[in-house]
């Protein structure tokens, strides 16, 4: 079953802790990116890779760091610098470098406090 | 700087009729625009992407047009159902060749 999974569908996480989400796909897209979207908003770019160990800020890059070891995968960790990490983090992937006809994951639904 | 605009407000339609929703767009020129569709609590789906060049694009009770002189894309439901209902996106491309998304129109279709 080829598509896009992240984990997991909810996180709790108290203040001052840093927390990794997961993104794994098996499409064999070269392009993967990570999206914050808050309560009635748009979706915004944190982070993308082209490549394999290659990866480039987005509009709102502070407070999270990335890695990208594998095609298949792309973490994100938020970081206690994030100051207002609470929200619905979307992990997408893409053929196109240039952020055509993207495929999304479930989302991970991150709740600080 | 660069602004989408999608109609915040719900759009509440009758079953069987067509459902237009809007998009514009301010300070740049988009290459292609592209919808999605996203349901409560889940990722967008790809619906279509416009170029350019295109005027126009369909895929089946779907229709998108692209005015790149207004700065305007509108994405049309035919013979809508209940089941169309969701929160629409469009998203055109930037000078980065990244995405931006508005924050999408909701759609209720009533039966």
């Known amino acids: 079953d080829g598509g896009i999974t992240q984990s997991p569908k909810y996180l709790f996480r108290k203040e001052g802790q840093n927390v990794t989400l997961s993104c794994e796909q098996n499409?064999?897209?070269?392009?993967m990116y990570w999206y914050r979207q808050d309560p009635g908003q748009g979706l915004r770019l944190i982070y993308y890779?082209?490549?394999?160990?290659?990866?480039q800020k987005g509009d709102i890059a502070e407070g999270y760091s990335v890695s990208r070891e594998k095609k298949e995968s792309f973490p994100l960790t938020v970081t206690s610098a994030q100051k207002n990490p609470t929200a619905f983090y979307l992990c997408?992937?893409?053929?196109?470098?240039?952020?055509?006809?993207?495929?999304f994951g479930p989302g991970t639904r991150l709740t600080v406090t | 700087s660069q602004k989408i605009e999608q109609n915040s407000e719900a759009l509440n339609i009758q079953e069987g009729k067509t459902a237009t929703l809007t998009c514009n767009y301010t300070?740049?020129?988009?290459?292609?625009l592209q919808w999605y569709r996203q349901d409560p609590g889940r990722g967008p789906v790809f619906l279509l992407l416009?170029?350019?060049?295109?005027k126009e694009k369909r895929k089946e009770r779907l229709k998108v047009t692209f005015d790149t002189t207004l700065k305007q894309s509108l994405f049309h439901i035919t013979a809508s159902q209940p089941a169309d209902s969701a929160t629409y996106l469009c998203?055109?491309?930037?000078?980065?060749?990244?995405?931006?998304f508005g924050g999408g129109t909701r759609l209720m279709v009533k039966p």
């Open positions: 499409l064999n897209h070269d392009a």
């Open positions: 998203a055109p491309n930037n000078a980065g060749n990244m995405l931006t």
């Open positions: 416009i170029r350019e060049n295109e």
């Open positions: 890779s082209q490549i394999v160990n290659d990866f």
């Open positions: 300070n740049y020129s988009p290459a292609y």
């Open positions: 997408a992937s893409g053929t196109g470098v240039d952020g055509r006809e993207q495929y």
